[in-house]
């Protein structure tokens, strides 16, 4: 659909509101509708809200992207959606490790080099603790046994659900995410389970157990965004 010479997605669900997305790194506009709503009253709906997509969208182009990573002291870095500040610290006679302080994530290491890969095993560890509980309470509330789950680098997806291996995969950026929108990635991928592709039912379900998921799925799609 175009309106006002903007290319706009419309993705027709079995949802009972409209609702409209801008994301990163281009400023994508996406709209979910019910099937019942046609072109016309989209187009209404869309113009109605005219101005704060405009808004959001140079929001979405300007301030979308995190720079590449240095690992540096004073560098930006998010924890379960909280910002803090990098803080790299050699120490010979120390211990490696990652911690927080205040408003820091304090690296100590040997070499300035090794920040990189203990700052992402700390992430990684983090995530092995923050996963297996919500994995829990979503497989229980779905009727479902817990599955066998990874965490990975992707460059593409929050997660991704192999329903006949009972396997999942998370992405290791969740770590970086408020809670609540890694719950939003569980809920989805365990959906999965019951559901494998896209289907209506696999929306019917998913408005059912987390009627608020498109709020989320927005949240977690805003800055920051890493650069693979």
Same mark, same amino acid.
């Given at each position: ?30 709209? *979910? ?39 540096? *002291? ?61 994995? *829990? ?22 997660? *991704? ?68």
């Amino acid at each position: 659909m175009v309106v006002n010479g903007i290319n706009i997605e419309v993705e027709r669900k079995m949802i009972k509101h409209i609702h409209l997305s801008v994301y990163p790194p281009d400023g994508r506009i996406h709209i *979910s509708a019910p099937a019942s709503v046609g072109d016309d009253q989209l187009r209404l709906f869309v113009l109605s809200k005219w101005v704060w997509l405009m808004e959001k969208q140079e929001e979405a182009t300007q301030h979308n992207i995190q720079p590449k990573r240095e690992y540096v *002291s004073g560098e930006a870095h998010y924890y379960k959606g909280q910002l803090f500040r990098l803080r790299v610290d050699i120490c010979q006679n120390e211990q490696q490790r990652v911690l927080i302080e205040g408003d820091y994530l304090v690296v100590k290491c040997k070499r300035r080099e090794n920040a990189e890969t203990l700052l992402t095993e700390w992430y990684r560890i983090r995530l092995k603790e923050i996963i297996p509980p919500l994995l *829990s309470r979503w497989c229980k509330r779905i009727g479902t046994e817990i599955p066998f789950y990874e965490i990975l680098q992707m460059n593409k997806r929050w997660g *991704s659900c192999n329903p006949k291996a009972k396997h999942i995969v998370f992405n290791l950026e969740l770590a970086k995410k408020p809670i609540e929108c890694i719950e939003y990635i569980v809920a989805h991928e365990v959906i999965h389970l019951l559901e494998r592709t896209h289907t209506d039912r696999f929306f019917r379900l998913l408005d059912t157990y987390l009627p608020k998921w498109e709020k989320l799925k927005d949240e977690l799609n805003e800055y920051p965004v890493s650069i693979e």
